[in-house]
C-alpha cells in the first residue's frame, strides 16, 4: 500500500527554519513526481512546491526563495526546507505523489494520486 509518511514538523517563532520530511514506499519512487501542499487553518488548500524525477522545481510565489524541495531517490524521501518562516505559514503540510506516468510534476492537486496523513506546522511569537 503507497502511503507517504511526513514528519518534521512543531511549533516554531517567526524567522526560524524547519525541515520536512516524506517517506514514500510501496511505489517506485524514482519514477514519480512528488510535492508539498499546506491547508492554513481557515482557508483552501494550496501547492507549496514540487518536483519532478528530472528534479525540475516549482515553487510557490509565496514561498520562492524562503522554502526548498529536494529528493533523495536511494531513500524514498522529499525534503522541504523551510527558512525563514512566517505566520503566514502556519498550516498542515502534506506530502503528495503522483500515480503512473507521474514523472513530471503538476499544479493540480487532482493529479496527486497518494497522500499522506500530514504534519502541523505552527509559526508563533
Known amino acids: 500500500q503507497v502511503r507517504p509518511v511526513e514528519s518534521g514538523g512543531g511549533l516554531v517563532q517567526p524567522g526560524d527554519s524547519l525541515k520536512l520530511a516524506c517517506v514514500a514506499s510501496?511505489?517506485?519512487?524514482?519514477?514519480?513526481?512528488m510535492a508539498w501542499f499546506r491547508r492554513p487553518p481557515g482557508k483552501e488548500r494550496e501547492l507549496v512546491a514540487a518536483?519532478?524525477?528530472?528534479?525540475?522545481?516549482y515553487s510557490a510565489d509565496s514561498v520562492r526563495g524562503r522554502f526548498t524541495i529536494s529528493r533523495d531517490n536511494p531513500k524514498n524521501t522529499v525534503y522541504l526546507q523551510m527558512n525563514s518562516l512566517q505566520f503566514a505559514d502556519t498550516a498542515v503540510y502534506t506530502c503528495?505523489?503522483?500515480?503512473?506516468?507521474?514523472?513530471?510534476?503538476?499544479?493540480?492537486?487532482?493529479?496527486?494520486?497518494?497522500w499522506g496523513r500530514g504534519t502541523q506546522v505552527t509559526v508563533s511569537s
Open positions: 518536483i519532478s524525477t528530472d528534479g525540475k522545481i
Open positions: 503528495a505523489a503522483r500515480g503512473f506516468y507521474g514523472a513530471d510534476y503538476s499544479t493540480l492537486y487532482s493529479d496527486y494520486n497518494y
Open positions: 510501496g511505489f517506485p519512487f524514482n519514477n514519480r513526481a
